[in-house]
């Protein structure tokens, strides 16, 4: 499981950046989104990986903490999903923007010369 | 330990908060009401500021619990002198720029002021904040609200500016996400306090990946601090957004200083090994080499507000070469005057930013040389307003040349004003440094002399230009403008009679900050817990808990 894990959030965080380092804007948006999965996996698996746990206990009181998984990384992705979601719905409107005033979709508002 | 009420230390976080949040329930015609309220706001904050300030000036870091849960479980809010400092400097800066937006700025978009106060209390999060991923989400939230601001007003050269600005910010906070939990993944906390607890006495197999992670972090903010090679995108976006939003923003780059400063001091200086010193030597390089950029940005600027951009790097270089030097070696008199440098450039920055508009906004000699450089970098000019007499000041022209006046002295660093003892006060200090190689000491000297004349070249250019090279009648500025201005000046002046005590504050900031201990047995409780963390022993108990409060 660790290495199926670490593949995707490779591959994941690779082509993010591949992607980010592109021209096109929209190629830059998608690159932000794949890279805030990559982290979003990173910081779930920070918490440790433990199939089949569960994060929160039973309401009788402590059992054996070993056997649940760490909530706070899963609470810390929440929020980072969150976030990531805003800002990207955010950077989508600029970009939107910046298309129509320019006229253009490369980053730079022009097209390189030739 | 005070008279203090204890909640007050969440009003800066909350002030803003409710603020903004009040303004968007009303519409955005109201105008007059929010801009009443939204200065009421800061004027208030201010008030909380000055007390935090004299509350943490009393002693220990004063530490809240929200929802009175213990520190390394509950995000805790740590009020200490740096914190209370940023504080103040921060609500002083907002009155600033709120006032002078309120000249025109705020009427040439939607939801200023929402978005003004939600950047404060972003700010304010960030600067009180004793979590790290607290300290993220408030990052987030400052910058959800810069990039609105900085987009207020539109044109094509903000939205440019503006989505380079977004792209490197969202990478940054990336950045700062996996820093942050790899900390926790190495120390089983977020807590600040308790990560420099753990990272003194972490087993050595696990250093290299808090390294790393402290690596991350430090890529994160030295990005917001706009270092060199990470500040390319600074310039630009500065120069674009509006003359209110460019002075606030003067700030939000001691904002990655600031962080940089704590964590460095926290848990870097903690550690005492080998890597503490080549921290050291990145962050120092970095400064030297953002000085040199700013430097070279500055004389090759046309335009005001781009120097000032280049001004805020310049800045930002300065304090992080100097927190180099403090991590290296004691030398607490440096990082004091660097802390004192830090306050008066970015009131100074601040006043610069809100001068360029009233100052470009003549269309004397200097028209034709805008239209230039604006042709050059691709910027449209903005259309000019036209001030009604009725709001605009006579002997305008003089208050804003005088303000410009005190403004460049204090950049250069001449006397008699503050920019002088901050920079002498560095430099007296850098030469009683010991365990570093003069040349190192002569390139800080030398960078820092230098940096002092490109300023004053640079801006004396453009004051040249503007105030003696036109033949033109005084323009027109109206009262709400040149105010803020005045009031910014005023408290250069204020902090050049008043240096004395101001530096002897900083220079208590400084002890502290270089006993991390007060810190983290403030936040910390005392009595011995179950031991949250198996990974790592508990830390041997320290020297100062036993000493007390003062």
Known sequence: MEVILSLAIGILCGSGVWLLLRPRTYQVIVGLCLLSYAVNLFIFSMGRLSPGAAPIMPRDGMIDPAQYADPLPQALVLTAIVISFATTALFLVVLTAARGMSGTDHVDGEEPRE | ?550
């Open chain 2, 1 to 550: 330990m005070s008279t203090l009420p204890n909640h007050l230390i969440m009003a800066p976080i909350l002030l803003p908060f409710l603020t903004g949040a009040i303004m968007l329930l009303y519409d955005d015609r109201q105008r007059q009401a929010k801009i009443g309220l939204g200065i009421v706001s800061v004027i208030l904050q201010i008030a909380v500021a000055v007390e935090l300030v004299s509350v943490a000036k009393e002693g220990l870091p004063v530490v809240y619990r929200l929802g009175d849960w213990l520190a390394p479980f509950g995000i805790t809010l740590v009020l200490d002198r740096l914190s209370a400092m940023m504080l103040l400097l921060s609500s002083v800066l907002g009155l600033a720029s709120l006032v002078y937006a309120a000249a025109a700025w705020h009427r040439q978009g939607q939801n200023y002021h929402s978005l003004f106060q939600f950047l404060l209390m972003g700010l304010h999060g960030a600067f009180l904040t004793g979590d790290l991923f607290n300290l993220f989400v408030f990052f987030e939230v400052l910058l959800a609200a810069s990039y609105g601001l900085l987009l207020h007003g539109s044109g094509q050269t903000r939205v440019k500016a503006g989505l380079h600005y977004i792209a490197v910010n969202l990478t940054a906070s990336l950045f700062f996400l996996i820093g942050a939990s790899l900390v926790y993944g190495v120390t089983g906390t977020l807590n600040m306090a308790d990560i420099a607890r753990v990272a003194a006495v972490l087993p050595g197999g696990d250093r290299p990946l808090f390294y790393a992670a402290i690596a991350f972090l430090s890529l994160a903010f030295l990005v917001k601090a706009g270092s060199w090679p990470l500040c390319f995108w600074l310039p630009a976006a500065y120069m674009a957004g509006a003359a209110p939003v460019g002075a606030m923003f003067s700030i939000m780059t001691k904002v990655g200083v600031y962080v940089i400063l704590r964590l460095a001091m926290l848990v870097i200086g903690a550690g005492g090994d080998a890597e503490e010193g080549i921290a050291a030597e990145i962050i120092m390089a970095c400064g030297f080499v953002t000085i040199a950029f700013g430097m070279a940005g500055v004389l090759a600027s046309q335009l005001l507000a781009r120097m000032a951009s280049f001004l805020v790097l310049v800045s930002s270089g300065t304090v992080l070469t100097v927190i180099g030097f403090a991590l290296e070696v004691e030398s607490a008199a440096m990082l004091t005057g660097a802390l004192y440098y830090l306050a008066i450039s970015t009131l100074a920055l601040a006043a610069l930013f809100l001068l360029s508009e009233p100052m470009n906004r003549d269309d004397g000699g200097f028209a034709a040389m805008l239209a230039l450089t604006a042709e050059t970098y691709g910027f449209e000019e903005e259309e000019t307003r036209e001030v009604s007499p009725a709001r605009a000041m006579r002997g305008a022209t003089t208050l804003l040349a005088l303000s410009f006046l005190i403004s460049l002295l204090v950049l250069a660093g001449m006397p008699p004003f503050a920019g002088f003892i901050g920079k002498v006060t560095m430099l007296g200090a850098a030469f009683e440094v010991e365990g570093f190689s003069p040349p190192v000491i002569w390139c800080f000297v030398g960078l820092l002399i230098l940096s002092g004349f490109a300023a004053m070249i640079g801006l004396g250019r453009i004051g040249i230009q503007t105030f003696w090279g036109t033949d033109d009648p005084p323009q027109q500025v109206p009262v709400l403008e040149v105010a803020p201005i005045l009031f910014l000046i005023f408290m250069l002046i204020l902090l050049s009679i008043g240096a004395e005590p101001v530096v002897r504050y900083m220079a208590e900031t400084v002890t502290v900050l270089e006993l991390p201990d007060y810190y983290i047995d403030a936040t910390l409780p005392t009595n011995d817990l179950d031991e949250p963390n198996v990974e790592a022993p508990q830390a041997p108990p320290s020297p100062l808990m036993k000493r007390g409060a003062p």
